[in-house]
């Protein structure tokens, strides 16, 4: 059984990865890593490969992604088999990163972070997720918190361009998006497929921001694709 290491995104915990993992079965042993006590992406990379097998594949979702990038700068030898999923390796543009500072302020002086959480999910999720999907959102955005959120997003905003990153990255790769993200829209994942010789890419169609609890089935179908393809 090959190890699997998955990654969270921004504002998730293990929660987001469930669904996939449910569907996995036995497929492949997989773990979550702990994005939610550093303040860097490098910080959140260093962690998950501490607490990581010695080799395994490796799948992240959207802020997740960009630790999984992380992870192929710091330690590409322990990597067999990499997802990206619904991410971004472009840096922020000056306007993205004053949307995020409001985003930030606003999170902090909520009075409820599950009415707030509520309030953004037709941005993150497809119109048809069903109302257990989005129940499971709004309890884990306030099960991570403001000021999680917002440790997380200063990291997200502080990146850099991670393109070089994928140009080096030679192991099997699939780049995967829901065909209605709107948060990281497909052309972005177009970008991340580009610049990774021989990845492939995967769009899925009636799927926002978050495959791995929008869709589950499909994602572990891939995971099991990728799993094969890293040997």
């Not at 079965?25 to 702990?34: E, K, Q, T, Y």
């Not at 080799?55 to 192929?72: K, P």
């Not at 067999?80 to 543009?93: E, F, I, Q």
């Not at 509520?118 to 884990?140: F, K, N, P, W």
């Amino acid at each position: 059984m090959q190890d699997l290491v998955l990654i969270p995104g921004l504002g998730s915990d293990a929660a987001v990865w469930a669904r996939t993992i449910e569907a996995l079965g036995g497929d492949a042993s997989a773990r979550v890593g702990d994005t939610l006590k550093d303040d860097t992406l490098a910080g959140m990379a260093r962690r998950v490969l501490a607490d990581a097998p010695p080799s395994f594949s490796l799948a992240g979702v959207s802020m997740g992604g960009m630790v999984a990038m992380e992870i192929l700068r710091l330690a590409p030898e322990r990597v067999r088999g990499l997802a990206l999923v619904d991410t971004n390796a472009r840096p922020d543009t000056e306007e993205q990163a004053a949307r995020r500072r409001a985003t930030n302020a606003a999170v902090l002086a909520a009075p409820d972070l599950r009415a707030l959480g509520a309030g953004s999910l037709d941005y993150l999720v497809h119109s048809t997720a069903g109302e257990d999907i989005r129940r499971e959102l709004i309890e884990m955005t306030a099960r991570v918190g403001a000021e999680t959120y917002v440790r997380q997003n200063l990291a997200v905003t502080a990146r850099e361009d991670l393109g070089p990153i994928l140009r080096s990255i030679s192991i099997p790769t699939q780049v995967i998006c829901g065909e209605d993200d709107r948060m990281t829209p497909l052309e972005m994942s177009l970008e991340i497929h580009q610049a990774i010789a021989g990845a492939e890419l995967h769009v899925i169609p009636g799927c926002g921001h978050l495959p791995p609890i929008e869709t589950p089935q499909v994602m572990a179908d891939r995971l099991r694709a990728l799993l094969a393809q890293a040997g």
